[in-house]
């Protein structure tokens, strides 16, 4: 069975630090991953999508992946408060038909 | 205009009733979703629509039962209610190709009494 592994937390950073949230999968077919951010009693909503090894940047999120060792991760610099979320990990497969696997999400608490 | 909306956003109801929800999406997406969020936010997919045809099922009671009568709008109809139903049941769209990139609506919270 596919799995996304995330370490529920609560993770708590100060204002002004980074971030480091951490995923494993166990389907080495996986081709497409996925973060998706999650306000307290609202929708999930795409932050970030990785599809071949290495870093991708966009403003203060860098999304890492690693195809060898199954690890995929989000790195969020200069934290503020408003970026306490539930930060949900998903990969998707190569087959047509698959829908997006998420992860049980990690808990984020930026403090002031 | 609100992307995927989803009818009603709350419910509470007994157990053995039958619910509906409904989802309309106005983006032109082909693929539809209902994707079950529990108490502990474990994002779980349920079912999958392409341009109305059927494409995911997951293990799914059949008590549940999607429909979509055109691929703006998949609903979903739940018979005899159990306390195990009671979850926020969201409704997600993506676009041709891009069926990782969901557009998720505001989700609807079933409580079973």
């Known amino acids: 069975q596919k799995e996304v592994e995330q370490n529920s937390g609560p993770l708590s950073v100060p204002e002004g630090a980074i971030a480091s949230l951490n995923c494993t999968y166990s389907d080495r077919g996986s081709q497409s991953f996925f973060w998706y951010r999650q306000y307290s009693g609202k929708s999930p909503e795409l932050i970030m999508s990785?599809?071949?090894?290495g870093d991708k940047e966009d403003g203060r999120f860098t999304a890492q992946l690693n195809k060898a060792s199954q690890y995929v991760s989000l790195l969020i610099r200069d934290s503020q408060p408003s970026d306490s979320a539930t930060y949900l990990c998903a990969m998707s497969g190569n087959q047509a038909g698959t829908a997006l696997i998420f992860g049980k999400g990690t808990t984020l608490s930026v403090s002031s | 205009d609100t992307a995927v909306s989803q009818t009603p956003k709350y419910l509470v109801t007994q157990m053995g009733n039958d619910k509906s929800i409904k989802c309309e999406q106005n983006l032109g997406h082909d693929t539809m979703y209902w994707y079950k969020q529990d108490s502990k936010k474990f994002l779980k997919i349920m079912f999958s629509?392409?341009?109305?045809?059927?494409?995911i099922n997951e293990t799914v009671p059949n008590r549940f039962s999607p429909k979509s009568p055109d691929k703006a709008h998949l609903n979903l109809h739940i018979n005899s209610l159990e306390l195990g139903d009671s979850a926020v049941y969201f409704c997600?769209?993506?676009?041709?190709?891009?069926?990782?990139?969901?557009?998720f609506g505001e989700g609807s919270r079933l409580t079973v009494l």
């Open positions: 990785i599809y071949s090894n």
């Open positions: 629509y392409n341009n109305k045809e059927l494409i």
């Open positions: 997600a769209s993506s676009p041709q190709g891009a069926t990782g990139e969901l557009f």
